[in-house]
């Protein structure tokens, strides 16, 4: 694990991060994650709000979607760095876990504590609730810190992964900022998040966005359907506007990618589902690790889907075993779809 310190900044914050070494030019993932979560999961069968339960046994873990790209990327042995913000006593068990996983971060502590989440995981009724709390709030002064540090150490070809709700504080438009960032050093931006307009994705420029079903309908204002070809022309339509590539997940049903010349459709293995919390970060955190890669897009695909699938099958958030992820791997089925088949349907 690399030797850790706190430095300061002329402001008084106080900055967790690694003495970085040489990196040898190549490719790093870089995981924003600015509002980190402790959560807690209960598993109740058949659960019914305004009901007691008692004795129920509760697993706690270090979240936020970032921070759960970032754990998939450890797993599979890849390099990563964490960018975010912590607060108070969860704070402290959030940078305690990123020095025992050996994880690189850059961890600027602010006021408050950072804000935890209970998640009810029905497995009988397939259906897990999720309650959220707001979290601490950041000033312009810690954010511009955290700007400058991402500045500091993005290179070209590095993929910068912004991930879940900002945090209280921040500036609307900080991912465009960032992807702005990304561009101005020829890295590539992914995007994973469900407050974003089809306006924004338009000028913005991202390299990868990922949404479920629900968000892609959501995002054009439209009632949501399982209908492929629908999917595949809505991610289309996100092409066209300038994002590279977009993976739409589908749960059970797989997942759809759509560049620029190809669409791919996935096909997935039935698995038992332990609790699909943490998935789609799985999903992210594969992409990007084929892409780090250099595989052809439908091996990036393949694999991404398969780290999806492996989180589902897990207790704990944002975690995969490499060696399932083989087996799962060999079992996804991708069709290949010219686009000019999708767009006379």
């Known amino acids: 694990m690399e030797e850790r310190s706190h430095v300061e900044d002329e402001s008084g914050d106080r ?53 759960n790209v970032a754990k998939v990327c450890k797993q599979c042995g890849e390099p990563v760095t964490l960018y975010g913000f912590i607060a108070g006593s969860n704070g402290k068990m959030i940078r305690a876990y990123m020095e025992k996983e050996g994880i690189d971060a ?37 954010v511009e810190q955290l ?67 629900q968000e892609l309908f959501e995002l054009f204002g439209r ?27 589908l749960g059970a049903e797989g997942g759809i990618l759509a560049g620029k010349d190809c669409c791919w459709e996935a096909k997935i293995p039935s698995v038992e589902v332990t609790s699909t919390i943490g998935s789609g970060d799985s999903t992210v955190a594969g992409f990007a690790i084929g892409l780090r890669m250099g595989w052809s897009m439908e091996e990036i695909f393949r694999f991404s889907m398969a780290c999806g699938i492996a989180n589902a099958m897990e207790k704990q958030v944002g975690r995969v075993d490499p060696e399932r992820l083989e087996m799962i791997k060999n079992k996804i089925n991708i069709e290949n779809i010219p686009n000019k088949e999708v767009s006379h349907l």
């Open 106 to 142: 850059c961890l600027i502590e602010i006021n408050g504590n950072t804000r935890e989440t209970i998640n009810i995981i029905d497995l009988e009724q397939g259906r897990e609730s999720e309650l959220v709390e707001q979290g601490p709030t950041v000033e312009l002064r810690q």
């Open 147 to 213: 700007l400058c540090r991402l500045r500091e150490d993005l290179q070209r070809d590095d993929i910068v992964i912004c991930s879940g709700m900002t945090i209280e504080g921040a500036p609307a438009d900080l991912y465009s900022e960032i992807s702005a960032m990304c561009r101005w050093k020829e890295a590539r931006c992914f995007l994973d998040t469900n407050s974003v307009t089809v306006e924004q994705l338009r000028k913005d420029g991202y390299y990868f966005y990922k949404p479920n079903l």
């Open 15 to 67: 900055e967790f991060r690694p003495q970085l070494g040489e990196r040898g030019g190549e490719a790093m993932i870089r995981a924003i994650c600015l509002n980190p979560v402790i959560d807690r999961s209960y598993h109740v069968n058949g659960f019914e709000p305004g009901k007691k339960y008692f004795h129920l046994l509760r697993e706690v873990s270090i979240g936020g979607k970032g921070i």
């Open 223 to 249: 009632e949501p359907v399982s209908d492929r070809t629908a999917v595949r022309k809505l991610a289309l339509q996100l092409v066209q506007d300038g994002v590279a590539f977009v993976l739409v997940s």
